[in-house]
């Protein structure tokens, strides 16, 4: 202090010596960024190992409390998240669906080879008229995935006409044949799924006159038109969203991106999910950051042919993905989740904020069971993750109205040749009209101070929840379902200004009052 106070005084700065170390967050709530759409926290359920099957399905039949198949346990715990969307029936998987499958009496329902998961049997216990009851219970809205891949444009379009006829069409009655009288609600639908790989291994050029061409043909009713998804690209190609905006003038709502963390970038060897060393948290968060830069970079290309930002880019697969637990099938991509895997969610939460001016819905992968899950089941048991607590924690930033934020002084984490910023901020006024700040601290050794300056507005009490732990892969188990959750938190501010501690490893998201 003797050398930095006089220094500090001579500049005419009241600072102490924390407040000088401390990430400045600078916030004037009378500039108003983008509405963030409830669904950039949507949720993914594909027809993959343990996902839907036993996940979060038991069938009507079964000892484990349910309503109309699905198990109770899991749909209060995702009705507590106010889960916005549901995207199914995936994935690859949508691409070898073919719908009239998993209609009807389930005893007379085919049974198929899941051939993209594990090569186990799909008896189509779960099809359209049962995820649109799961959708209905949750009060959330459908994303459909159409059948490119192995489908044609006569199955896609009769599809949707099962789904939406209001006569008395052929399909409208065999839909109330099989007990539904009123339509379904069809939010999202896309066409195709990663047509770059598993849904066809196509160029760009060769899916969008497919894209064209089966759009042509899929028709709805005026009042239950959905929004057209394109499948777009993954990780650096910007190549499909700039190529499609371009080139398909109708039916195109938003082209769809793909991308996950893997602590090692390695596809063959990608890390564990736990006991992972210090060099796999940073690589892991060093990975999942590149969304901002991937999301930024196709924003450009497509600000070329759309700069009214009439077509969306919707991030509809995403999140961590490591090596398989030991005694798992290998096709069931069942993990862990720990501490990590939360941070990981709330940095890309962030990330998706700042762009909410074209990235209305992301979908992470996936719901239960598969990869960075909400919850965790076995058999009768469940337990909650770690990223359905950051979930829940982000609920009030559905719907709200983003609040730019400028932040300076930022420290960095360090560790090898690696580097990251170790704090990251988020904002906006929320609907119930209170102002909500959610906040990251990614260094897992070192606590962090952010000084936030609120312009404008009179701060009488601030309130939230503070997620951390002493382990990086803190987690839960049906032994200890409840190993790590998040605490409430209190803080006082003054004069429009507010200072808050993170904790190393941490989330934090407080309501000002």
């Not at 006409?161 to 209001?166: I, K, N, Q, R, S």
């Not at 009209?433 to 962090?448: F, I, R």
Request: glycine letters at 8%.
């Amino acid at each position: 202090m003797r050398v930095i106070k006089p220094l500090l005084l001579a500049l005419g700065f009241g600072l102490s010596a924390t407040a000088l170390a401390a990430t400045q967050i600078q916030l004037d709530s009378s500039t108003q960024g983008a509405v963030i759409n409830k669904n950039i926290y949507g949720q993914f359920a594909e027809h993959l190992g343990r996902g839907i099957y036993e996940g979060i399905w038991v069938g009507q039949d079964s000892k484990i409390a349910n309503t109309k198949g699905w198990r109770n346990d899991v749909l209060a715990a995702l009705k507590d998240l106010q889960v916005p969307l549901v995207r199914w029936p995936g994935g690859c998987f949508a691409d070898e669906y073919h719908w009239r499958d998993g209609i009807g009496p389930h005893k007379q329902r085919p049974v198929k080879v899941n051939t993209n998961w594990g090569g186990v049997e799909e008896d189509n216990a779960v099809g359209t008229h049962e995820f649109f009851d799961l959708v209905e219970m949750l009060g959330a809205e459908a994303y459909v995935n159409g059948n490119l891949g192995t489908g044609t444009p006569q199955e896609m379009a009769e599809w949707l006409e099962y789904m939406t006829a209001e006569g008395k069409s052929t399909l409208a009655e065999l839909r109330r044949k099989n007990g539904r009288d009123k339509p379904f609600k069809v939010h999202y639908f896309a066409v195709g799924n990663e047509a770059w790989g598993c849904g066809g291994n196509m160029s760009v050029e060769y899916y969008t006159n497919l894209y064209k061409h089966y759009t042509t043909f899929l028709k709805t009713p005026a009042n239950n038109t959905p929004k057209w998804i394109a499948s777009g690209s993954h990780g650096e190609d910007t190549s499909w969203a700039d190529y499609m905006t371009a080139n398909i003038k109708q039916k195109m709502d938003a082209v769809s991106f793909h991308y996950y963390t893997l602590p090692t970038g390695q596809w063959d060897v990608k890390g564990a999910a736990l006991q992972f060393p210090e060099s796999d948290w940073i690589s892991t968060m060093h990975r999942t950051l590149a969304m901002d830069g991937f999301i930024t970079n196709n924003k450009v290309v497509m600000d070329k042919h759309d700069p009214e930002k009439k077509v969306g880019f919707y991030v509809d697969e995403w999140g961590t993905w490591y090596d398989v637990e030991k005694g798992e099938n290998p096709g069931f991509l069942y993990q862990q989740n720990s501490l990590r895997d939360a941070i990981v969610a709330a940095l890309n939460f962030n990330i998706f904020h700042k762009h909410a001016d074209r990235v209305h819905m992301t979908n992470i992968a996936q719901m239960v069971n598969v990869l960075q899950a909400m919850i965790l089941t076995d058999k009768e048991k469940m337990l909650l993750t770690p990223t359905y607590h950051a979930f829940k924690m982000y609920v009030p930033f559905q719907d709200a109205t983003a609040l730019p934020l400028k932040l300076s002084n930022v420290p960095d984490y360090k560790l090898g040749e690696l580097s990251i910023p170790a704090v990251s901020a988020t904002a906006a006024k929320a609907k119930d009209g209170h102002v909500y700040l959610a906040l990251v601290n990614a260094n897992p050794n070192k606590a962090e101070t952010a000084e936030i300056n609120l312009a404008g507005i009179t701060i009488n009490s601030v309130s939230g929840q503070l997620l951390t732990a002493d382990a990086m892969d803190a987690h839960n188990t049906f032994a200890k379902p409840e190993a790590i959750k998040p605490k409430a938190f209190s803080a006082k501010g003054k004069n429009g200004k507010l200072s808050l501690e993170l904790p190393a490893k941490s989330i934090l998201v407080v309501k000002v009052q």
